[in-house]
T-cell receptor
Framework: EDQVTQSPEALRLQEGESSSLNCSYT??????LFWYRQDPGKGPEFLFT???AGEEKEKERLKATLTKKESFLHITAPKPEDSATYLC???????????FGKGTKLTVNP | NAGVMQNPRHLVRRRGQEARLRCSPM?????VYWYRQLPEEGLKFMVY????????ESGMPKERFSAEFPKEGPSILRIQQVVRGDSAAYFC?????????????FGNGTRLTVT
């Protein structure tokens, strides 16, 4: 069964304090790994898709990386507006559905 | 998120009533997905539909739940005889046709409360 585990469950940072979020996965033939951001009361907002080990993608203060077993979302010099729950999901080969982790709730204090 | 429209945003039903949740996909998208999010839980896949076809309903409860995506109009997730355990946020997502690796775009959800 495809599984996604995210850690930590919650993370508090001071503004400017860089850190990383982890997403460990087991999947039968990875088709894609997705990162989403979810704000309270809203739907998930797409951030990145990674397809193969070694791939990296960046967007502003966020950088996502992928290995054969896990993905990291690196946050450099975060700002309070980066506070949100970050969701990781995998898509297996031959499937259209995404399997989500429970998310990491990030709080960035000014 | 503005592209995928879900309504209503909040829905309150008494036990035993029916709940109908609507989803209009982004313009140009013909694939629709429904996910459920329980408190403290991750998003769980329910069903994947294309116009007039259910492609994968492996995440749908066997009873009381049904989904459709007609040729015209929004996709509907229908829950009959609701129970308290159905209280959750229900999210719809869409993707364009013919692009197997296209990310899903989500709506802002319908929050169902069963009293």
């Amino acid at each position: 069964e495809d599984q996604v585990t995210q850690s930590p469950e919650a993370l508090r940072l001071q503004e400017g304090e860089s850190s990383s979020l982890n997403c460990s996965y087991t999947v039968s033939g990875l088709r894609g790994l997705f990162w989403y951001r979810q704000d309270p009361g809203k739907g998930p907002e797409f951030l990145f898709t990674l397809y193969s080990a070694g791939e990296e993608k960046e967007k502003e203060r966020l950088k996502a990386t992928l290995t054969k077993k896990e993905s990291f979302l690196h946050i450099t010099a975060p700002k309070p507006e980066d506070s949100a729950t970050y969701l990781c999901a995998v898509q297996a080969g031959g499937s259209e559905k995404l399997v989500f982790g429970k998310g990491t709730k990030l709080t960035v204090n000014p | 998120n503005a592209g995928v429209m879900q309504n209503p945003r909040h829905l309150v039903r008494r036990r035993g009533q029916e709940a109908r949740l609507r989803c209009s996909p982004m313009k140009g998208h013909s694939h629709v997905y429904w996910y459920r999010q329980l408190p403290e839980e991750g998003l769980k896949f329910m069903v994947y539909l294309q116009k007039e076809n259910i492609i994968d309903e492996s995440g749908m409860p066997k009873e009381r739940f049904s989904a459709e995506f007609p040729k015209e109009g929004p996709s509907i997730l229908r829950i009959q005889q609701v129970v308290r355990g159905d209280s959750a946020a229900y999210f719809c997502a869409s993707s364009p046709p013919g692009q197997g690796r296209s990310p899903l775009h989500f709506g802002n959800g319908t929050r169902l409360t069963v009293t």
